[in-house]
Nanobody
């Protein structure tokens, strides 16, 4: 059983930065994809950044150039560095993991394990 625990959320002004962390426990198979998703009340959960089993990285168009996803395999930890934050980045951010092919999906239905979420609030 895989458990994911996010941390690093908070409140920041527009233009600021935050780094989210996701500590994974249990066995993370090398074939797993991992990623970050976000959701605001009343809207569907959307993929933000994902990293595949072979290191392929994908970003949502809305965060390209501002967010960076990375993974420390030795620490079993996934990160999301968020720079130049905008009010529209305000959401609950979730870490996820799941079996996938070489092309990591940005859709949430491919991911089987989820963290509890960490809130990010960006004020203008």
């Amino acid at each position: 059983q895989v458990q994911l625990v996010e941390s690093g959320g908070g409140s920041v002004q527009a233009g600021g930065s935050l780094r989210l962390s996701c500590a994974a426990s249990g066995y993370i198979y090398s074939s797993y994809c991992m990623g970050w998703f976000r959701q605001v009340p009343g809207k569907e959960r959307e993929g933000v950044a994902v990293i595949g089993r072979d290191g392929v990285i994908r970003y949502a168009d809305s965060v390209k150039g501002r967010f960076t996803i990375s993974k420390d395999n030795a620490k079993n930890t996934l990160y999301l560095q968020m720079n130049s934050l905008k009010p529209e980045d305000t959401a609950m951010y979730y870490c996820a993991a799941g079996m996938c092919g070489w092309w990591p999906p940005l859709t949430d239905n491919e991911y089987h394990y989820w963290g509890q979420g960490t809130q990010v609030t960006v004020s203008s």
